[in-house]
């Protein structure tokens, strides 16, 4: 059974939101940990107090680089939903299902927790695991690790064609039924007119118009700014 708190589209744009700052607010502190002059966009202007701290995308490149942080296709996965759904909500029209938001919600409090656990040694992971007081948010994460053992169970029995979700950013999206087997997400799903690959039509920067998956639409445009012919 999933989480029993009910929310309105309003309250899970704000949860996402918060959850995503968390992550990137423990992105920082790594870095403040390993170099104060590391949090700001611009290094040479520290230790000024004008200065722009880093933004997300630059921040978890400098923990790779700078801290040789290794993360797993799963951490990343939740890394690009935190960061991509923060940016829906904050610039684009948003709409989203109660069982999608507990499935994303949980997947970016497994890395929250996992995170804080491994690199600044929080020992966050283990207290909402134990301690009642974190039993609301330990029901999202077990929701949502359940929710991705099973669809890997399912994909792997069935042997289920699936492919990278553009919400939670799973590889667990059906790509006969169109919908995510971990989050739900409903798509229309698209063939590649290049490689006849089949593609979720939000995926692409323009879409059902140019009719290429991601991958042949960075290629047609990579070989336009740069004047080639395949």
């Given at each position: 059974m999933g989480p029993v708190n009910k929310n309105g589209v309003g309250d899970w744009k704000r949860i996402i939101?918060?959850?995503?700052?968390?992550?990137?607010?423990?992105?920082?502190?790594?870095?403040?940990?390993?170099?104060?002059?590391?949090?700001?966009?611009?290094i040479d202007k520290y230790p000024s107090n004008d200065a722009f701290t880093?933004?997300?995308?630059?921040?978890?490149?400098?923990?790779?680089?700078?801290?040789?942080?290794?993360?797993?296709?799963?951490?990343?996965?939740a890394i690009n939903t935190a960061r991509e759904k923060r940016n829906e909500i904050?610039?684009?029209e948003f709409s989203i299902t109660e069982h999608e938001a507990k499935a994303?919600?949980?997947?970016?409090?497994?890395?929250?927790?996992s995170f804080a656990d491994e690199h600044l040694n929080l020992e966050w992971?283990?207290?909402?695991?134990?301690?009642?007081?974190?039993?609301?948010?330990?029901?999202?994460?077990?929701?949502?690790?359940?929710?991705?053992?099973?669809?890997?169970?399912?994909?792997d029995a069935n042997e289920i064609y699936v492919i990278k979700c553009t919400s939670c950013h799973n590889e667990t999206f059906d790509v006969d039924e169109e919908a995510c087997l971990?989050?739900?997400?409903?798509?229309?799903?698209?063939?590649?007119?290049?490689?006849?690959?089949?593609?979720?039509?939000?995926?692409?920067e323009y879409g059902?118009?140019?009719?290429?998956?991601?991958?042949?639409?960075?290629?047609?445009?990579?070989a336009a700014a740069n004047f080639e012919k395949y």
């Open positions: 939101v918060d959850f995503a700052h968390v992550v990137e607010l423990l992105f920082k502190e790594k870095l403040r940990q390993t170099h104060s002059a590391f949090v700001f966009d611009n880093v933004g997300a995308e630059k921040v978890f490149k400098r923990l790779q680089k700078i801290c040789n942080i290794q993360f797993s296709k799963e951490e990343i996965s904050e610039h684009f994303l919600v949980g997947q970016v409090l497994s890395f929250i927790f992971k283990a207290s909402h695991l134990k301690d009642g007081k974190w039993l609301i948010l330990r029901q999202y994460t077990e929701f949502y690790d359940d929710l991705l053992r099973k669809a890997q169970e399912k994909i971990v989050c739900g997400h409903s798509e229309e799903v698209l063939e590649c007119k290049w490689c006849k690959e089949p593609y979720i039509f939000s995926s692409c059902e118009e140019a009719q290429l998956c991601p991958s042949c639409e960075w290629k047609d445009g990579y």
